[in-house]
């Protein structure tokens, strides 16, 4: 996305100085690749789901993946359908 401003800083003195951006971006939200309060990973959730061919559900409950903050639950939903395709 892409827009223009300007916007004026006014300094102790009274000078303003202009500031001209072409452009103002907001940081692209970056997806979680673990859990960071389980300390494991996607990657390894998604392995010990083939492994012991077991469900999400069950994983996340032996590691405790998902148990605390619940801020990677959505992320590691869309990790493991992605997986699946
Ligand atoms: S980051 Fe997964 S429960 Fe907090």
């Given at each position: 996305?892409?827009?223009?401003?300007?916007?004026?800083i006014m300094c102790?003195?009274?000078?303003?100085?202009?500031?001209?951006c072409e452009a103002y971006r907001s940081p692209a939200p970056r997806a979680m690749t673990?859990?960071?309060?389980?300390?494991?990973?996607?990657?390894?959730i998604a392995a010990r789901m083939?492994?012991?061919?077991?469900?999400?559900d069950e994983v996340c409950r032996?590691?405790?993946?998902g148990n605390t903050c619940t801020a990677c639950?959505?992320?590691?939903?869309?990790f493991v359908a992605a997986r699946q395709k």
């Amino acid at each position: 996305m892409k827009s223009d401003f300007s916007f004026s800083i006014m300094c102790g003195s009274m000078l303003t100085h202009s500031v001209e951006c072409e452009a103002y971006r907001s940081p692209a939200p970056r997806a979680m690749t673990r859990c960071e309060c389980a300390g494991v990973s996607f990657q390894e959730i998604a392995a010990r789901m083939e492994a012991d061919r077991a469900s999400l559900d069950e994983v996340c409950r032996r590691t405790q993946c998902g148990n605390t903050c619940t801020a990677c639950l959505p992320d590691l939903a869309r990790f493991v359908a992605a997986r699946q395709k």
